[in-house]
Protein backbone atom coordinates (compact mmCIF):
# COMPACT_ATOMS: atom_id res chain seq x y z
CA UNK A 1 0.00 0.00 0.00
CA UNK A 2 1.01 3.74 0.07
CA UNK A 3 3.31 4.70 2.39
CA UNK A 4 2.13 7.86 4.71
CA UNK A 5 4.87 10.55 5.11
CA UNK A 6 4.67 12.43 8.07
CA UNK A 7 0.87 12.88 9.08
CA UNK A 8 -0.80 13.87 12.11
CA UNK A 9 -3.23 11.27 14.01
CA UNK A 10 -5.76 12.28 16.86
CA UNK A 11 -6.80 9.54 18.88
CA UNK A 12 -10.40 10.29 20.15
CA UNK A 13 -13.76 9.64 21.91
CA UNK A 14 -17.12 8.57 20.09
CA UNK A 15 -18.49 12.02 20.96
CA UNK A 16 -15.59 14.45 19.25
CA UNK A 17 -17.40 14.21 15.87
CA UNK A 18 -20.65 15.60 18.06
CA UNK A 19 -18.17 18.93 19.21
CA UNK A 20 -17.12 19.87 15.76
CA UNK A 21 -19.09 21.07 12.37
CA UNK A 22 -16.95 18.93 9.97
CA UNK A 23 -17.98 18.43 6.60
CA UNK A 24 -18.26 14.67 5.86
CA UNK A 25 -17.68 13.92 2.09
CA UNK A 26 -18.26 10.23 1.67
CA UNK A 27 -18.76 7.66 3.89
CA UNK A 28 -19.69 8.19 7.90
CA UNK A 29 -17.92 9.17 11.13
CA UNK A 30 -17.62 7.04 14.06
CA UNK A 31 -19.86 7.24 17.36
CA UNK A 32 -19.42 6.39 20.52
CA UNK A 33 -21.01 3.04 20.33
CA UNK A 34 -18.47 2.14 17.80
CA UNK A 35 -15.50 3.31 19.92
CA UNK A 36 -17.32 1.04 22.50
CA UNK A 37 -17.43 -1.91 20.29
CA UNK A 38 -14.11 -1.60 19.37
CA UNK A 39 -14.37 -1.28 15.87
CA UNK A 40 -10.72 -0.47 14.39
CA UNK A 41 -11.88 2.67 12.05
CA UNK A 42 -10.27 5.55 10.78
CA UNK A 43 -12.15 8.96 9.36
CA UNK A 44 -8.84 10.93 6.88
CA UNK A 45 -9.15 14.15 5.87
CA UNK A 46 -9.93 14.71 2.26
CA UNK A 47 -6.02 15.89 1.26
CA UNK A 48 -4.51 12.68 2.85
CA UNK A 49 -7.04 10.63 1.29
CA UNK A 50 -6.20 12.19 -2.30
CA UNK A 51 -2.48 11.96 -1.92
CA UNK A 52 -2.48 8.16 -0.22
CA UNK A 53 -5.77 6.76 -2.48
CA UNK A 54 -5.49 8.89 -6.23
CA UNK A 55 -8.14 6.84 -7.62
CA UNK A 56 -11.00 8.34 -5.20
CA UNK A 57 -11.49 4.69 -3.30
CA UNK A 58 -10.18 5.59 -0.03
CA UNK A 59 -13.12 4.91 2.12
CA UNK A 60 -13.18 0.88 2.95
CA UNK A 61 -9.31 0.58 2.23
CA UNK A 62 -6.99 -0.15 5.14
CA UNK A 63 -4.43 1.81 6.77
CA UNK A 64 -1.90 1.50 9.93
CA UNK A 65 -1.21 3.31 12.34
CA UNK A 66 1.24 2.07 15.33
CA UNK A 67 1.30 -1.26 14.25
CA UNK A 68 -3.03 -1.29 14.18
CA UNK A 69 -4.73 -1.80 10.89
CA UNK A 70 -7.87 0.15 10.26
CA UNK A 71 -10.39 0.91 7.93
CA UNK A 72 -10.88 3.70 6.51
CA UNK A 73 -14.82 4.23 7.06
CA UNK A 74 -15.42 8.21 6.33
CA UNK A 75 -13.26 11.23 4.78
CA UNK A 76 -13.56 14.67 5.81
CA UNK A 77 -13.75 17.97 4.07
CA UNK A 78 -10.56 19.82 4.32
CA UNK A 79 -10.99 22.51 6.94
CA UNK A 80 -9.67 25.74 8.66
CA UNK A 81 -8.91 26.01 12.71
CA UNK A 82 -12.19 27.71 13.03
CA UNK A 83 -14.00 24.79 12.79
CA UNK A 84 -11.83 22.45 15.12
CA UNK A 85 -8.36 23.40 17.09
CA UNK A 86 -6.61 20.61 15.54
CA UNK A 87 -4.22 19.67 12.26
CA UNK A 88 -5.21 15.77 12.10
CA UNK A 89 -5.33 14.45 8.97
CA UNK A 90 -6.37 11.13 10.71
CA UNK A 91 -8.82 10.20 13.81
CA UNK A 92 -9.21 7.27 15.40
CA UNK A 93 -10.62 5.84 18.39
CA UNK A 94 -9.20 6.76 21.69
CA UNK A 95 -8.74 3.15 22.98
CA UNK A 96 -5.99 2.54 20.59
CA UNK A 97 -3.72 5.56 21.73
CA UNK A 98 -0.50 3.27 22.46
CA UNK A 99 1.30 6.79 23.57
CA UNK A 100 4.23 6.44 21.08
CA UNK A 101 6.23 9.74 21.66
CA UNK A 102 5.55 12.08 18.81
CA UNK A 103 5.86 15.40 17.60
CA UNK A 104 3.07 16.32 20.75
CA UNK A 105 4.19 17.79 23.70
CA UNK A 106 1.33 17.37 25.40
CA UNK A 107 -2.22 16.30 25.14
CA UNK A 108 -5.28 17.65 24.54
CA UNK A 109 -8.49 17.15 26.77
CA UNK A 110 -12.01 18.11 24.68
CA UNK A 111 -15.07 17.35 27.22
CA UNK A 112 -18.73 18.10 25.71
CA UNK A 113 -20.80 18.79 28.97
CA UNK A 114 -24.26 19.32 28.78
CA UNK A 115 -25.79 22.51 29.40
CA UNK A 116 -27.59 21.78 32.13
CA UNK A 117 -24.48 21.60 34.35
CA UNK A 118 -22.75 24.16 36.51
CA UNK A 119 -19.14 24.99 36.49
CA UNK A 120 -18.36 23.20 39.88
CA UNK A 121 -19.89 20.22 38.31
CA UNK A 122 -17.59 20.57 35.18
CA UNK A 123 -14.45 20.93 37.33
CA UNK A 124 -15.26 18.17 39.24
CA UNK A 125 -15.49 15.87 36.50
CA UNK A 126 -12.64 17.24 34.31
CA UNK A 127 -10.40 16.57 37.97
CA UNK A 128 -11.63 12.69 38.31
CA UNK A 129 -11.31 12.47 34.35
CA UNK A 130 -7.83 13.32 34.62
CA UNK A 131 -6.78 11.04 37.82
CA UNK A 132 -8.60 8.22 35.81
CA UNK A 133 -6.25 8.73 33.46
CA UNK A 134 -3.38 9.10 34.64
CA UNK A 135 -4.13 5.90 37.09
CA UNK A 136 -4.79 4.25 33.70
CA UNK A 137 -0.88 4.90 32.81
CA UNK A 138 -0.07 3.77 36.29
CA UNK A 139 1.00 7.03 37.79
CA UNK A 140 -0.59 9.17 41.08
CA UNK A 141 -1.55 12.69 40.41
CA UNK A 142 -3.15 14.63 42.95
CA UNK A 143 -5.51 17.19 41.49
CA UNK A 144 -8.60 19.40 43.23
CA UNK A 145 -11.42 20.87 41.47
CA UNK A 146 -10.44 24.21 42.81
CA UNK A 147 -7.60 24.16 41.20
CA UNK A 148 -8.42 23.90 37.30
CA UNK A 149 -9.61 27.05 35.58
CA UNK A 150 -11.97 28.60 33.09
CA UNK A 151 -10.24 30.31 30.33
CA UNK A 152 -11.36 33.29 31.60
CA UNK A 153 -10.51 32.27 35.19
CA UNK A 154 -7.05 31.82 33.88
CA UNK A 155 -6.74 35.35 32.19
CA UNK A 156 -8.11 36.92 35.68
CA UNK A 157 -5.68 34.77 37.28
CA UNK A 158 -2.74 35.72 35.03
CA UNK A 159 -2.97 39.41 33.83
CA UNK A 160 -6.18 40.82 36.52
CA UNK A 161 -8.87 42.85 34.59
CA UNK A 162 -7.07 45.95 34.06
CA UNK A 163 -6.67 44.74 30.07
CA UNK A 164 -7.50 45.46 26.74
CA UNK A 165 -9.23 42.55 24.93
CA UNK A 166 -9.66 42.36 21.49
CA UNK A 167 -9.74 40.06 18.57
Known amino acids: ??????????????????????????????????????????????????SCFPDGDAVGKKITVQ?????????????????????ANIWLPYRYNHFVPSYNFCYNL???FSESMGKPQMKEAVCNLMQ???ENRNQNVQLAP??????????????????????
Open 67 to 87: NVEYEVIGIIADYSLFVAPTT
Open 110 to 112: YLL
Open 1 to 50: GNRMQFTVADFVGGDYFEMYQFDVLEGRLFDRASADRGDKVAVVRESLAK
Open 146 to 167: DKIYTQKEERIREFGTDILLYG
Open 132 to 134: ATY
